[in-house]
Protein backbone atom coordinates (compact mmCIF):
# COMPACT_ATOMS: atom_id res chain seq x y z
CA UNK A 1 0.00 0.00 0.00
CA UNK A 2 2.94 2.19 0.58
CA UNK A 3 4.43 1.52 -2.96
CA UNK A 4 1.18 2.27 -4.35
CA UNK A 5 0.98 5.53 -2.49
CA UNK A 6 4.34 6.46 -3.78
CA UNK A 7 3.83 5.53 -7.21
CA UNK A 8 0.93 7.99 -7.06
CA UNK A 9 2.32 10.78 -5.81
CA UNK A 10 5.49 9.99 -8.10
CA UNK A 11 2.86 9.73 -11.17
CA UNK A 12 1.41 13.49 -10.36
CA UNK A 13 5.61 14.75 -9.86
CA UNK A 14 6.37 13.05 -13.53
CA UNK A 15 3.18 14.58 -14.95
CA UNK A 16 4.66 17.98 -13.40
CA UNK A 17 7.37 17.82 -14.87
CA UNK A 18 9.58 16.92 -12.04
CA UNK A 19 12.61 13.97 -12.07
CA UNK A 20 13.74 11.19 -10.13
CA UNK A 21 17.37 11.60 -9.33
CA UNK A 22 19.97 11.10 -6.98
CA UNK A 23 19.57 12.84 -3.52
CA UNK A 24 23.18 14.38 -4.25
CA UNK A 25 22.00 16.50 -7.71
CA UNK A 26 18.25 16.69 -6.10
CA UNK A 27 16.03 19.68 -4.97
CA UNK A 28 13.23 17.70 -3.00
CA UNK A 29 13.55 14.34 -0.71
CA UNK A 30 10.05 12.44 -0.01
CA UNK A 31 10.15 10.04 3.06
CA UNK A 32 7.17 7.68 2.50
CA UNK A 33 6.81 6.78 5.97
CA UNK A 34 5.09 3.70 7.95
CA UNK A 35 4.44 3.50 11.66
CA UNK A 36 2.90 -0.16 11.41
CA UNK A 37 6.01 -1.32 14.47
CA UNK A 38 8.02 0.95 16.23
CA UNK A 39 11.06 -0.80 13.76
CA UNK A 40 9.45 0.93 10.91
CA UNK A 41 8.90 4.36 12.92
CA UNK A 42 12.29 4.48 13.98
CA UNK A 43 13.78 3.97 10.80
CA UNK A 44 11.85 7.71 9.67
CA UNK A 45 13.46 9.18 12.66
CA UNK A 46 16.97 7.51 11.42
CA UNK A 47 16.31 8.94 8.08
CA UNK A 48 15.51 12.35 8.83
CA UNK A 49 19.38 12.53 10.92
CA UNK A 50 20.87 11.58 8.00
CA UNK A 51 19.34 14.10 6.22
CA UNK A 52 20.42 17.16 8.31
CA UNK A 53 23.87 17.56 6.28
CA UNK A 54 21.76 17.17 2.49
CA UNK A 55 19.18 20.25 3.69
CA UNK A 56 19.91 23.65 3.01
CA UNK A 57 17.50 26.51 2.26
CA UNK A 58 17.22 26.16 -1.18
CA UNK A 59 16.44 22.52 -0.82
CA UNK A 60 13.14 20.60 0.24
CA UNK A 61 12.68 17.90 3.01
CA UNK A 62 8.72 16.33 2.99
CA UNK A 63 6.97 13.73 4.69
CA UNK A 64 4.04 12.01 3.83
CA UNK A 65 2.57 8.77 4.90
CA UNK A 66 1.27 7.66 8.63
CA UNK A 67 3.55 9.30 10.24
CA UNK A 68 1.55 12.26 9.40
CA UNK A 69 -1.79 11.35 11.13
CA UNK A 70 0.47 10.75 14.58
CA UNK A 71 2.16 13.67 13.86
CA UNK A 72 1.21 16.49 16.97
CA UNK A 73 4.29 18.59 16.19
CA UNK A 74 6.92 16.29 17.89
CA UNK A 75 8.54 15.94 13.98
CA UNK A 76 8.68 19.80 13.85
CA UNK A 77 10.15 19.89 17.39
CA UNK A 78 12.60 17.03 16.96
CA UNK A 79 13.95 18.18 13.89
CA UNK A 80 13.53 22.12 13.47
CA UNK A 81 16.62 22.78 11.05
CA UNK A 82 14.65 20.19 8.27
CA UNK A 83 11.63 22.03 8.68
CA UNK A 84 9.76 19.30 6.94
CA UNK A 85 6.33 20.38 4.85
CA UNK A 86 3.70 17.31 5.85
CA UNK A 87 2.03 15.97 3.08
CA UNK A 88 -1.21 14.11 4.69
CA UNK A 89 -1.82 10.40 2.49
CA UNK A 90 -3.61 10.92 -0.90
CA UNK A 91 -3.82 14.58 -0.30
CA UNK A 92 -1.02 15.54 -2.98
CA UNK A 93 -2.51 18.34 -5.06
CA UNK A 94 -1.62 21.31 -3.03
CA UNK A 95 1.83 19.60 -2.17
CA UNK A 96 2.55 19.79 -6.08
CA UNK A 97 1.41 23.16 -6.72
CA UNK A 98 3.44 24.20 -3.86
CA UNK A 99 6.57 23.17 -5.13
CA UNK A 100 5.97 24.51 -8.48
CA UNK A 101 5.68 27.86 -6.86
CA UNK A 102 8.82 27.81 -5.56
CA UNK A 103 10.68 25.75 -8.15
CA UNK A 104 10.64 26.47 -12.09
CA UNK A 105 11.91 23.84 -14.23
CA UNK A 106 10.43 25.18 -18.04
CA UNK A 107 13.98 26.11 -18.94
CA UNK A 108 15.67 22.59 -17.88
CA UNK A 109 16.20 19.44 -18.92
CA UNK A 110 13.37 18.17 -20.99
CA UNK A 111 10.98 16.19 -19.31
CA UNK A 112 9.65 12.55 -19.29
CA UNK A 113 6.11 12.26 -20.44
CA UNK A 114 3.32 12.54 -18.16
CA UNK A 115 2.44 9.42 -16.39
CA UNK A 116 4.15 6.02 -15.21
CA UNK A 117 3.32 2.80 -15.16
CA UNK A 118 4.79 -0.49 -14.63
CA UNK A 119 3.80 -4.35 -15.41
CA UNK A 120 1.24 -3.61 -12.29
CA UNK A 121 -0.85 -1.22 -11.23
CA UNK A 122 -2.20 -0.73 -8.05
CA UNK A 123 -5.27 0.73 -7.14
CA UNK A 124 -6.12 2.10 -3.82
CA UNK A 125 -9.80 0.54 -3.68
CA UNK A 126 -10.36 1.37 0.49
CA UNK A 127 -8.58 3.86 2.26
CA UNK A 128 -8.44 2.97 6.19
CA UNK A 129 -9.79 0.22 8.24
CA UNK A 130 -13.11 0.40 9.75
CA UNK A 131 -12.30 -3.44 12.19
CA UNK A 132 -10.71 -2.50 15.60
CA UNK A 133 -7.84 -5.40 15.74
CA UNK A 134 -6.58 -4.95 19.48
CA UNK A 135 -2.83 -5.39 18.21
CA UNK A 136 -3.37 -3.09 15.01
CA UNK A 137 -2.26 0.87 14.81
CA UNK A 138 -3.72 1.37 11.11
CA UNK A 139 -7.43 2.26 11.86
CA UNK A 140 -5.76 5.31 14.15
CA UNK A 141 -3.66 6.08 11.57
CA UNK A 142 -4.37 5.79 8.80
CA UNK A 143 -8.88 6.63 9.87
CA UNK A 144 -12.51 4.88 9.26
CA UNK A 145 -12.90 3.38 5.42
CA UNK A 146 -12.86 5.75 2.30
CA UNK A 147 -14.50 3.71 -0.55
CA UNK A 148 -13.40 5.10 -4.66
CA UNK A 149 -16.23 4.96 -6.62
CA UNK A 150 -16.04 1.89 -8.90
CA UNK A 151 -16.41 3.50 -12.55
CA UNK A 152 -13.19 5.76 -11.25
CA UNK A 153 -10.95 2.62 -10.28
CA UNK A 154 -12.20 1.15 -13.94
CA UNK A 155 -11.22 4.44 -15.38
CA UNK A 156 -7.84 4.47 -13.69
CA UNK A 157 -7.22 0.51 -14.35
CA UNK A 158 -8.23 1.40 -17.92
CA UNK A 159 -5.33 4.34 -18.44
CA UNK A 160 -2.88 2.30 -16.69
CA UNK A 161 -3.73 -0.68 -19.86
CA UNK A 162 -2.83 2.08 -22.28
CA UNK A 163 -0.11 3.19 -20.41
CA UNK A 164 1.62 -0.49 -21.11
CA UNK A 165 0.43 -2.24 -17.26
CA UNK A 166 -0.59 -5.74 -17.87
CA UNK A 167 -1.59 -6.42 -14.43
CA UNK A 168 -4.13 -4.24 -12.03
CA UNK A 169 -3.99 -4.44 -8.20
CA UNK A 170 -6.89 -3.60 -6.25
CA UNK A 171 -5.58 -2.72 -2.44
CA UNK A 172 -7.30 -2.29 0.47
CA UNK A 173 -6.72 -2.73 4.43
CA UNK A 174 -9.59 -4.73 4.32
CA UNK A 175 -10.55 -5.16 0.94
CA UNK A 176 -13.53 -7.26 0.92
CA UNK A 177 -15.22 -4.54 2.80
CA UNK A 178 -15.33 -2.71 -0.51
CA UNK A 179 -18.91 -1.01 -1.49
CA UNK A 180 -19.16 1.21 -4.33
CA UNK A 181 -20.24 4.89 -2.84
CA UNK A 182 -22.94 4.80 -6.04
CA UNK A 183 -24.68 1.49 -4.97
CA UNK A 184 -23.21 -0.78 -7.42
CA UNK A 185 -21.91 -3.31 -5.41
CA UNK A 186 -19.52 -4.78 -3.43
CA UNK A 187 -15.48 -5.95 -4.28
CA UNK A 188 -17.38 -9.28 -6.53
CA UNK A 189 -18.63 -6.54 -8.44
CA UNK A 190 -15.55 -4.28 -8.98
CA UNK A 191 -13.83 -7.58 -9.60
CA UNK A 192 -16.28 -8.02 -12.76
CA UNK A 193 -16.24 -4.52 -13.83
CA UNK A 194 -12.19 -4.46 -13.79
CA UNK A 195 -11.65 -7.40 -15.67
CA UNK A 196 -13.37 -6.13 -19.00
CA UNK A 197 -10.66 -4.05 -19.44
CA UNK A 198 -9.63 -4.51 -23.12
CA UNK A 199 -5.43 -5.75 -22.80
CA UNK A 200 -5.82 -6.50 -19.07
CA UNK A 201 -3.98 -9.83 -18.46
CA UNK A 202 -4.43 -10.19 -14.76
CA UNK A 203 -6.12 -8.71 -11.66
CA UNK A 204 -5.52 -9.32 -8.49
CA UNK A 205 -6.51 -7.89 -5.32
CA UNK A 206 -5.24 -7.71 -1.32
CA UNK A 207 -5.48 -8.35 1.79
CA UNK A 208 -8.91 -10.06 2.62
CA UNK A 209 -10.60 -10.68 5.98
CA UNK A 210 -11.87 -13.26 6.79
CA UNK A 211 -14.78 -12.03 8.42
CA UNK A 212 -15.85 -10.16 4.89
CA UNK A 213 -14.91 -12.53 2.55
CA UNK A 214 -17.91 -13.59 0.47
CA UNK A 215 -18.34 -16.78 -1.16
CA UNK A 216 -19.79 -14.97 -4.51
CA UNK A 217 -16.00 -13.38 -4.65
CA UNK A 218 -14.81 -17.14 -4.74
CA UNK A 219 -17.12 -17.94 -7.66
CA UNK A 220 -15.83 -14.83 -9.84
CA UNK A 221 -12.20 -15.84 -9.31
CA UNK A 222 -12.91 -19.06 -10.19
CA UNK A 223 -14.64 -18.21 -13.80
CA UNK A 224 -12.27 -15.73 -14.37
CA UNK A 225 -8.84 -15.74 -17.19
CA UNK A 226 -7.98 -12.66 -15.97
CA UNK A 227 -8.17 -13.07 -11.80
CA UNK A 228 -5.18 -14.70 -9.92
CA UNK A 229 -5.43 -17.67 -8.59
CA UNK A 230 -4.20 -16.48 -5.36
CA UNK A 231 -5.94 -15.12 -1.72
CA UNK A 232 -3.91 -13.11 0.96
CA UNK A 233 -6.48 -13.98 4.00
CA UNK A 234 -4.54 -13.61 7.42
CA UNK A 235 -5.62 -16.00 10.27
CA UNK A 236 -3.12 -14.26 12.96
CA UNK A 237 -4.06 -17.20 15.62
CA UNK A 238 -5.71 -20.48 15.13
CA UNK A 239 -6.87 -20.54 18.23
CA UNK A 240 -10.17 -19.20 19.23
CA UNK A 241 -9.47 -17.77 22.38
CA UNK A 242 -6.88 -15.83 21.00
CA UNK A 243 -8.67 -14.67 18.03
CA UNK A 244 -11.51 -13.13 20.41
CA UNK A 245 -8.23 -11.01 22.06
CA UNK A 246 -7.17 -9.90 18.90
CA UNK A 247 -11.02 -8.66 18.30
CA UNK A 248 -10.85 -10.53 14.55
CA UNK A 249 -14.44 -11.14 14.36
CA UNK A 250 -14.08 -14.71 13.12
CA UNK A 251 -13.60 -18.24 15.03
CA UNK A 252 -11.51 -21.04 13.35
CA UNK A 253 -14.61 -22.90 12.18
CA UNK A 254 -15.25 -19.96 10.11
CA UNK A 255 -11.67 -19.38 8.36
CA UNK A 256 -11.88 -22.88 7.59
CA UNK A 257 -14.53 -23.17 6.11
CA UNK A 258 -13.34 -20.64 3.87
CA UNK A 259 -10.59 -21.94 2.66
CA UNK A 260 -12.36 -25.59 2.06
CA UNK A 261 -14.58 -23.74 -0.35
CA UNK A 262 -12.21 -22.06 -2.21
CA UNK A 263 -10.12 -24.52 -2.48
CA UNK A 264 -13.03 -26.84 -3.74
CA UNK A 265 -13.81 -24.03 -6.51
CA UNK A 266 -9.62 -23.76 -7.15
CA UNK A 267 -7.38 -26.82 -6.23
CA UNK A 268 -4.77 -24.87 -7.41
CA UNK A 269 -5.17 -22.05 -4.94
CA UNK A 270 -1.97 -20.12 -3.62
CA UNK A 271 -2.62 -19.23 -0.36
CA UNK A 272 -0.74 -16.59 1.66
CA UNK A 273 -1.67 -15.71 5.54
CA UNK A 274 -0.15 -13.64 8.31
CA UNK A 275 0.80 -14.92 12.07
CA UNK A 276 1.54 -13.33 15.19
CA UNK A 277 3.03 -15.79 17.59
CA UNK A 278 3.14 -14.19 21.63
CA UNK A 279 0.25 -12.29 21.51
CA UNK A 280 -0.70 -11.68 25.10
CA UNK A 281 -2.49 -14.95 27.02
CA UNK A 282 -1.29 -17.19 24.39
CA UNK A 283 -0.05 -20.07 25.91
CA UNK A 284 1.64 -23.21 24.87
CA UNK A 285 -1.89 -25.04 24.01
CA UNK A 286 -2.84 -21.91 22.16
CA UNK A 287 0.62 -21.61 19.96
CA UNK A 288 0.06 -25.18 19.18
CA UNK A 289 -3.37 -24.80 17.54
CA UNK A 290 -1.41 -21.97 15.52
CA UNK A 291 0.84 -25.24 14.62
CA UNK A 292 -1.83 -27.69 14.47
CA UNK A 293 -3.45 -24.88 11.69
CA UNK A 294 -0.13 -24.52 9.21
CA UNK A 295 0.32 -28.43 9.64
CA UNK A 296 -3.09 -28.63 8.47
CA UNK A 297 -3.60 -26.20 5.92
CA UNK A 298 -0.18 -26.23 4.07
CA UNK A 299 -0.37 -22.47 3.10
CA UNK A 300 1.84 -21.38 0.43
CA UNK A 301 3.47 -18.59 2.38
CA UNK A 302 3.24 -17.53 6.08
CA UNK A 303 4.29 -14.02 6.75
CA UNK A 304 4.99 -14.67 10.95
CA UNK A 305 5.88 -12.00 13.60
CA UNK A 306 6.28 -11.80 17.03
CA UNK A 307 4.16 -9.51 18.81
CA UNK A 308 5.33 -6.48 20.30
CA UNK A 309 2.86 -3.95 21.37
CA UNK A 310 2.76 -0.53 19.48
CA UNK A 311 1.40 1.93 21.76
CA UNK A 312 -1.69 3.79 21.21
CA UNK A 313 -3.49 0.01 20.44
CA UNK A 314 -5.76 -1.38 22.69
CA UNK A 315 -3.21 -4.85 23.36
CA UNK A 316 -0.70 -2.43 24.37
CA UNK A 317 -2.61 -0.13 26.69
CA UNK A 318 -4.86 -2.68 28.30
CA UNK A 319 -3.51 -6.08 28.38
CA UNK A 320 -0.25 -7.76 29.52
CA UNK A 321 2.67 -8.72 27.42
CA UNK A 322 3.19 -12.13 29.38
CA UNK A 323 5.23 -13.72 26.65
CA UNK A 324 8.87 -13.62 27.52
CA UNK A 325 10.68 -12.36 24.79
CA UNK A 326 13.18 -15.36 24.63
CA UNK A 327 9.91 -18.01 24.34
CA UNK A 328 8.52 -15.37 21.49
CA UNK A 329 11.74 -16.50 19.73
CA UNK A 330 11.40 -20.28 20.30
CA UNK A 331 7.77 -20.36 19.15
CA UNK A 332 8.38 -18.09 16.28
CA UNK A 333 11.59 -20.78 14.77
CA UNK A 334 9.50 -23.55 15.27
CA UNK A 335 7.19 -21.85 12.94
CA UNK A 336 9.26 -20.64 10.49
CA UNK A 337 10.95 -24.41 10.21
CA UNK A 338 7.73 -25.98 10.30
CA UNK A 339 6.77 -23.51 7.19
CA UNK A 340 10.09 -23.68 5.11
CA UNK A 341 9.25 -27.44 5.14
CA UNK A 342 5.84 -27.08 4.26
CA UNK A 343 6.80 -24.28 0.98
CA UNK A 344 9.06 -26.72 0.10
CA UNK A 345 6.69 -29.59 -0.53
CA UNK A 346 4.18 -27.01 -1.87
CA UNK A 347 6.48 -25.48 -4.33
CA UNK A 348 8.32 -29.23 -5.44
CA UNK A 349 4.33 -29.99 -7.08
CA UNK A 350 5.19 -27.83 -9.48
CA UNK A 351 7.93 -29.43 -10.76
CA UNK A 352 7.09 -31.24 -14.23
CA UNK A 353 4.15 -28.98 -14.79
CA UNK A 354 3.52 -25.43 -16.77
CA UNK A 355 2.92 -22.45 -15.41
CA UNK A 356 2.09 -18.99 -16.74
CA UNK A 357 4.09 -16.07 -15.94
CA UNK A 358 3.68 -12.65 -16.43
CA UNK A 359 7.24 -11.21 -16.38
CA UNK A 360 8.32 -8.30 -14.13
CA UNK A 361 12.12 -7.90 -14.82
CA UNK A 362 15.27 -9.83 -15.10
CA UNK A 363 16.86 -10.55 -11.54
CA UNK A 364 20.83 -10.17 -10.87
CA UNK A 365 21.82 -12.94 -13.18
CA UNK A 366 19.82 -11.12 -15.92
CA UNK A 367 17.30 -13.93 -16.13
CA UNK A 368 13.69 -12.82 -16.62
CA UNK A 369 11.29 -13.43 -13.57
CA UNK A 370 7.62 -12.51 -13.24
CA UNK A 371 5.05 -14.60 -11.21
CA UNK A 372 2.83 -17.17 -11.83
CA UNK A 373 -1.06 -16.88 -11.28
CA UNK A 374 -1.22 -18.36 -8.12
CA UNK A 375 1.40 -15.98 -6.65
CA UNK A 376 4.31 -17.83 -6.47
CA UNK A 377 8.20 -15.99 -7.86
CA UNK A 378 9.38 -17.96 -10.78
CA UNK A 379 12.85 -17.19 -13.17
CA UNK A 380 13.49 -18.26 -16.67
CA UNK A 381 16.48 -19.93 -16.84
CA UNK A 382 17.54 -19.42 -20.46
CA UNK A 383 15.29 -16.37 -21.82
CA UNK A 384 16.83 -13.84 -24.07
CA UNK A 385 14.75 -11.82 -26.09
CA UNK A 386 11.70 -12.27 -22.82
CA UNK A 387 10.71 -8.74 -22.32
CA UNK A 388 8.84 -7.36 -19.29
CA UNK A 389 4.83 -7.77 -19.78
CA UNK A 390 4.93 -10.76 -22.05
CA UNK A 391 3.63 -13.83 -20.44
CA UNK A 392 5.59 -16.50 -20.65
CA UNK A 393 4.43 -20.42 -20.29
CA UNK A 394 7.38 -21.94 -18.14
CA UNK A 395 8.12 -25.87 -17.62
CA UNK A 396 8.72 -25.83 -14.27
CA UNK A 397 12.31 -27.72 -13.93
CA UNK A 398 13.69 -26.69 -10.39
CA UNK A 399 11.52 -25.28 -6.77
CA UNK A 400 12.63 -24.04 -3.81
CA UNK A 401 11.10 -23.30 -0.92
CA UNK A 402 10.33 -19.02 -2.29
CA UNK A 403 10.90 -19.59 -6.29
CA UNK A 404 9.97 -21.94 -9.44
CA UNK A 405 12.85 -21.89 -12.16
CA UNK A 406 12.20 -23.44 -15.78
CA UNK A 407 12.43 -23.09 -19.46
CA UNK A 408 9.29 -21.60 -21.49
CA UNK A 409 7.42 -24.58 -22.66
CA UNK A 410 7.99 -25.60 -26.15
FE1 LIG B 1 -5.50 -3.61 11.23
FE2 LIG B 1 -6.15 -5.29 9.23
FE3 LIG B 1 -7.41 -5.43 11.62
FE4 LIG B 1 -7.84 -3.35 9.97
S1 LIG B 1 -8.36 -5.53 9.58
S2 LIG B 1 -7.51 -3.25 12.19
S3 LIG B 1 -5.79 -3.08 9.07
S4 LIG B 1 -5.22 -5.86 11.20
Known amino acids: MNSADSESLARRLLAAGYVEDSLERADIAILNTCVVRQASEDRVYSKLHELKSWKTPERTIAVTGCIVAKEDGDLRRRFPQLDPVLVPIGEYTDFVAGLDARYDYSQGESMPAAGRTGVSHYVRVIQGCDH ?6 VPKVRGRERHAPMAAVVAEGRRAVEDGA ?36 RLRFLTSHPQDLETELLEVMAASDV ?5 QLPVQSGDDGI ?54 IEFDVVHLAMYSPRPGTYAADRMTDDVPGDEKLRR ?26 LIE ?21 RGSGIEPGQVVTLRVLQATAGQLAGLPAA
Open 132 to 137: NCTFCI
Open 227 to 231: VCREL
Open 332 to 357: LNDLLALQRTIALGKTAQWVGRTAEV
Open 166 to 201: KEVVLLGQNVDDYRDPGGQGGLAALVRAVEQIAGLK
Open 361 to 381: GTDELGRPYGRIRQGKRAVVL
Open 243 to 296: LKRMARGYQMRHYRAIVERARSLMPDLGLTTDVIVGFPGESEAAFLNTRRLLEE
